[in-house]
């Protein structure tokens, strides 16, 4: 049978791993992660041109360290190991790993022994990343040194035989400077995928697939303003139409106009109608009193399924409930399944389906989140929709601290408007992962004109990420701070002071719920 065009990563718990798919996709071919104990039989049914063993934390001498269930190395198809992978070959194939003779971390210069597709393309003294304490000390049998760095002799190995390649640096990450060629190389010329995963055929593909699957039945699609689930109420209508339902409900927690802009981008750019609930009072209702953040999360989510439940009734041909889940929300991959306690109860409509007897729909499994704003650009949404920041599902409830109330919300959205206003004339706002303001339930002493002030103060909080797990808070530029500050101060009753956040998470969170 003929082998599909696309790439399988075994995940062994490297903080890289998502970065080789992302390298090989936009090198045109598809690749996915999997855990590091993925059976046999899966890999069968999935037939890929090509393996990936991703680095990882641990030592293959270490008790419990992960190794494949199967053989891989029986498959047939290249195998590529990167650090921990390499190091994997070698023990399992004979080589010898030690475990400190050359740690290395950092930049090095990569010198190659022996010009091969590999490294097709690749100048000499190219610079790449190293992170390793264990290292290959001796290779096995039938392979050969392909390159090496002053500290590593041994950096770069293949076996055109048993067509295994495997490299101790870590093409995947920025630093390497010719990694995605050689990621590049590895897929094209070496497992001789083909150019074909690219957002143009993802759209094409994926509104076939959606037809299909829902035939002549119907979907309801909850928009929540963010860009996940626009893109994919737009993608769902360019694939059934009218058979789509788009239900979004006003908590009255969103930002200033936030669901007035919503209705009428739909309407004017894709002529799609959605259903408006507007659930100001019954969520405000709920959240009377509370003050404890988890509280008022998991108070936000109950109310949003009770009001979405009660709406999607009326679409009784209903069968399909469509959700924006992206990529790093499904892989099984180990780095993310790890044991870890609840910081804060995401706000989702998880578990809805079953409840609903609804089947899920999630055109996005396979993306990340820049790749669907690419499909958005490709469907035709604005870029200034396209690239927003990131917002919460339980909305301005969390950036409220403590209780909430109609004047809070309205003071909140006035000073969000202005920070977010000035950031982008700025020219600033796509370079800030997110940024928005907070409001403090604290007062403070001030002076206005001649007249003593007792007002609220609030946050202004912007950072740096890639995905959200990390952050670092961004240095603004204080010129752009003075203005916002000023600005807020001037125009929003009921705050007289602004500061600005400087943590970075960990220890902190992005959001201060
Ligand atoms: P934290 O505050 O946990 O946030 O550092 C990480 C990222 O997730 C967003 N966030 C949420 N997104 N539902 C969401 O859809 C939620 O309940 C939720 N809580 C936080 C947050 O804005 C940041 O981008």
Request: hydrophobic letters at 35%.
């Given at each position: 049978m003929q082998a599909n065009e696309k790439i399988v990563i075994l995940d062994f718990?490297?903080?890289?791993t998502q970065l080789i798919a992302r390298k090989i996709r936009e090198s045109g071919v598809f690749a996915e992660i999997y855990p590091y104990n993925i059976e046999k039989s899966k890999i069968d049914v999935i037939r890929p041109k090509g393996l990936i063993l991703s680095g990882g934390p641990?030592?293959?001498?270490?008790?419990?360290?992960p190794h494949p269930?199967?053989?891989?190395?029986?498959?047939g198809i290249p195998v590529l190991g990167i650090c921990y992978g390499l190091q994997y070959i070698a023990h399992k194939l004979g080589g010898e790993v030690d475990k400190a003779a050359h740690r290395e971390f950092g930049r090095a210069e990569l010198i190659i022994d022996k010009h091969n597709l590999l490294f097709k393309d690749i100048p000499d003294n190219s610079i790449v990343w190293m992170s390793h304490g264990d290292s290959l000390t001796k290779i096995p049998d039938g392979f050969e040194i392909t390159a090496h760095t002053k500290n590593a002799p041994i950096c770069a190995i293949r076996s055109l035989e048993k067509k295994i390649w495997g490299v101790?640096?870590?093409?995947?990450?920025?630093?390497?400077?010719?990694g995605t060629q050689i990621l590049k190389n590895f897929v094209r010329?070496?497992?001789?995928?083909?150019?074909?995963?690219d957002t143009h055929s993802f759209v094409e593909n994926a509104i076939e697939e959606i037809k299909e699957k829902v035939g002549d039945k119907e979907v309801i699609c909850a928009l929540s303003g963010g860009v996940d689930s626009t893109v994919l109420a737009v993608l769902l209508h360019k694939a059934i139409g009218d058979k789509l339902h788009c239900i979004h409900i006003?908590?009255?927690?969103?930002?200033?106009?936030e669901s007035e802009e919503l209705i009428r981008l739909f309407k004017e750019s894709f002529n799609i109608s959605i259903e408006l609930i507007d659930g100001s009072e019954y969520f405000l209702n709920g959240l009377k009193n509370v003050t404890d953040p988890e509280q008022k999360r998991k108070i936000i989510g109950k109310s949003f399924i009770h009001l979405f439940e009660i709406a999607a009734k009326?679409?009784?041909?209903?069968e399909w409930l469509a959700q924006g889940t992206l990529y790093p929300d499904v892989i099984e991959s180990v780095s993310v399944k790890g044991p870890s306690v609840v910081i804060k109860t995401h706000h989702n409509v998880g578990g809805l389906p079953e409840k609903m007897g609804l089947k899920l729909i999630e055109p996005?499994?396979?993306?990340?989140k820049d790749e669907v704003r690419a499909v958005g650009r490709e469907l035709g949404v604005p870029e200034w929709f396209v690239n927003r920041h990131p917002f919460p599902g339980p909305g301005l409830g969390i950036r409220i601290l403590g209780e909430i109330s109609v004047e809070k919300i309205q003071t909140l959205q006035k000073a969000d408007a202005i920070y977010t206003e000035e950031i982008r004339k700025a020219g600033m706002y796509d370079k800030i992962w997110q940024a928005f303001v907070a409001l403090l339930p604290v007062k403070s002493v001030g002076v206005m004109g001649d007249e003593r002030t007792y007002e609220n103060a609030c946050v202004l909080r912007a950072v740096s990420s890639v995905d959200g797990m990390t952050a670092d808070w961004y240095p603004m530029p204080y010129d752009l701070l003075a203005k916002v500050s000023n600005r807020i101060i001037n125009?929003?009753?009921?705050?007289n002071r602004v500061v600005f956040d400087i943590t970075s998470k960990p220890p902190g969170t992005i959001e201060w719920e």
């Open positions: 718990g490297s903080q890289y641990s030592s293959v001498y270490a008790e419990g360290a269930v199967f053989n891989v190395f029986e498959l101790q640096f870590h093409p995947e990450v920025h630093h390497s400077e010719d010329e070496i497992c001789g995928c083909k150019e074909n995963w006003d908590t009255g927690l969103m930002r200033l106009n009326r679409f009784n041909n209903a996005f499994r396979e993306l990340f125009e929003v009753p009921g705050i």
